[in-house]
C-alpha cells in the first residue's frame, strides 16, 4: 500500500504561481511513476504532468512552458510547480503513483485561479 499527502493548493490571481506537493508513504521502494492530473467541473479527470523513476517528464500541451514537475526519491516527494497560471487552470488537482501494477491515488486538492 502507498498513502499520499497532497499539499499547496489554494486561491491565487491569474499569472500568479503555485506549488503543489505530493508525499508518499508506505510501500514506495518501486515507485515507476508519479505524476498529477486535474478534474475541472464538469470535465473529466485530465493528465497534467508525470515524472518517471528515470526522470523522464511529461506535460499535457496546455502547461508545457508554465508548469514543472520535479521529484524527490530520497524524500519520496513529487512537485508540480505552476506558473502563470490562468483561470482555466482551476480544478482539483490529484497526484498519482505508479508501483506495478498498482495505482494510487491522493484525496484531491483545490487549485482555483481568478481572472
Known amino acids: 500500500q502507498v498513502q499520499l499527502v497532497e499539499s499547496g493548493g489554494g486561491l491565487v490571481q491569474a499569472g500568479g504561481s503555485l506549488r503543489l506537493s505530493c508525499a508518499a508513504s508506505?510501500?514506495?521502494?518501486?515507485?515507476?511513476?508519479m505524476g498529477w492530473y486535474r478534474q475541472a467541473p464538469g470535465k473529466q479527470r485530465e493528465l497534467v504532468a508525470h515524472?518517471?523513476?528515470?526522470?523522464?517528464?511529461y506535460y499535457a500541451d496546455s502547461v508545457k512552458g508554465r508548469f514543472t514537475i520535479s521529484r524527490d526519491s530520497a524524500k519520496n516527494t513529487v512537485n508540480l510547480q505552476m506558473n502563470s497560471l490562468k483561470p482555466e487552470d482551476t480544478a482539483v488537482y490529484y497526484c498519482?503513483?505508479?508501483?506495478?501494477?498498482?495505482?494510487?491515488w491522493g484525496q484531491g486538492i483545490q487549485v482555483t485561479v481568478s481572472s
Open positions: 508506505g510501500n514506495v521502494l518501486s515507485i515507476n511513476v
Open positions: 515524472i518517471t523513476s528515470g526522470s523522464s517528464t
Open positions: 498519482k503513483v505508479v508501483v506495478a501494477p498498482r495505482a494510487y
